[in-house]
């Protein structure tokens, strides 16, 4: 069989995506975002994600047709993100997945939201290196994981035991005055400020934590930290400097998500290191990764940042992978699963 054509739904939060694939080759990527309608209310509002969903996905599945030149009726299959996400989200993606399974007589895979942000590295450096280390870093799920075959077995190594990274930018950029979601704001704020500036806590990196959480992170002490810095800072009247607090925030972040996927690859004899997620496109987690991992003779893999934040081609490329691996596809029944383990890369 030729490399198999796919076409990928994303709808876990608040971007619509439709993506298509032929084998690793990216020939469409429609994304529309609800982000806007959600920023006055400093986080996404569930009901109006799903709202949006509804309105975006036709229009965008015509314009990832138009862009890729094919029909829908030339797919070899689909795939959608079954979970995790908001359920009302995930819902909207699923059933219009599943209707052009039926209605077009093609095999539907129901796949893993952060399975498909590991996998979509395929689409700009080629095969995935097996086993590799991928660091999952997006606003709902920070994980390390042991990846032996993306589509059919992911071991967890740790994840964080609070908020996710992303979620630290977001909430750290509100305590800043910066806008939603704060991640490229702070990413923007921190390239003129000095990281150094402010000596931030590195969660879960002392010798008694590590015994027990040596792959885990946890970024809600550093969040307060920032929060009690600048209540401080303002109390005694100094003016807050949002440039160095959003630099030297951010430098602990990434240090922390830095030291422990080096000795992930470096304690499991793994020397490829592939990071994803929407914090994945912060500039400073790239750079720093790449010195890191050049020092560590690591193979770093990190996809391009729009390839790194939710779409639809993550989603068809894991599905493109599915497919040329001889992977069973889905039943129709599979739900939208809001909490999908990562050990599930597929639905049954
Ligand atoms: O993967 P993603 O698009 O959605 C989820 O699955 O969660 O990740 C969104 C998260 C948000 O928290 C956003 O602030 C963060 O990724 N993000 C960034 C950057 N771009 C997006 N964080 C740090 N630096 C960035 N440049
Ligand atoms: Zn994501």
Redesign the pocket.
Same mark, same amino acid.
């Given at each position: 069989m030729s490399e198999p054509l796919v076409l990928g739904i994303e709808t876990?939060?608040d971007?619509t995506g439709v993506g298509i694939v032929r084998g690793t080759t990216l020939l469409a990527d429609e994304i529309a975002s609800s982000v806007e309608q959600h920023a006055r209310f400093g986080g996404v509002v569930p009901e109006v994600a799903s709202r949006a969903h509804l309105e975006a996905m036709v229009p965008a599945l015509e314009r990832a047709c138009a862009t890729a030149g094919i029909k829908l009726d030339d797919v070899d299959a689909l795939a959608v993100t079954a979970g995790p $996400?908001l359920a009302g989200a995930l819902l909207v993606g699923v059933a219009a997945a599943k209707s052009l399974a039926v209605a077009l007589g093609k095999p539907i895979y129901g796949v893993n939201?952060l399975a498909a942000?590991v996998c979509v590295d395929q689409l700009e450096h080629g095969q995935l290196d097996e086993p590799s280390i991928a660091l999952l870093?997006? *606003? *709902?799920?920070s994980s390390l994981l042991l990846v032996p075959d993306i589509t059919n077995e992911v071991v967890q190594l740790g994840q964080t035991i609070d908020d996710?990274? *992303?979620?630290a930018?977001?909430k750290v950029?509100r305590v800043l005055g910066l806008p939603f !979601?704060? *991640?490229?704001y702070? @990413?923007q704020a921190a390239q003129d400020g000095n990281p150094l500036a402010i000596d931030f806590p590195r969660g879960l990196t002392n010798p008694k934590d590590l015994e027990k959480h040596r792959f885990d992170v946890s970024f809600s002490g550093l969040k307060t930290a920032v929060a009690r810095w600048v209540e401080r800072e303002q109390a005694t009247g100094n003016k807050v400097i949002v440039n160095d607090v959003a630099a030297s925030f951010?430098e602990a972040v990434v240090d922390v998500l830095l030291r422990k996927a080096i000795d992930a690859c470096l304690s499991n004899d793994v020397n490829t290191l592939v990071i994803g $997620? $929407?914090?994945a496109?912060?500039?400073r987690?790239r750079t720093v990764a790449s010195q890191r991992c050049a020092e560590h003779k690591i193979n770093l893999r990190i996809p391009s !940042?729009k390839l790194?934040? @939710?779409n639809g081609a993550m989603v068809a490329a894991l599905g493109s992978e599915l497919v040329r691996r001889g992977r069973n596809p889905s039943s129709l029944d599979f739900p939208a699963s809001s909490a999908m383990s990562i050990k599930l890369p597929v639905a049954h």
């Open positions: 876990s939060c971007e $996400g939201h942000h870093v997006s *606003g *709902g799920h996710a990274a *992303g979620e930018f977001d950029a !979601p704060g *991640g490229p702070i @990413d951010q $997620g $929407g914090v496109a912060n500039s987690l !940042p790194c934040t @939710d």
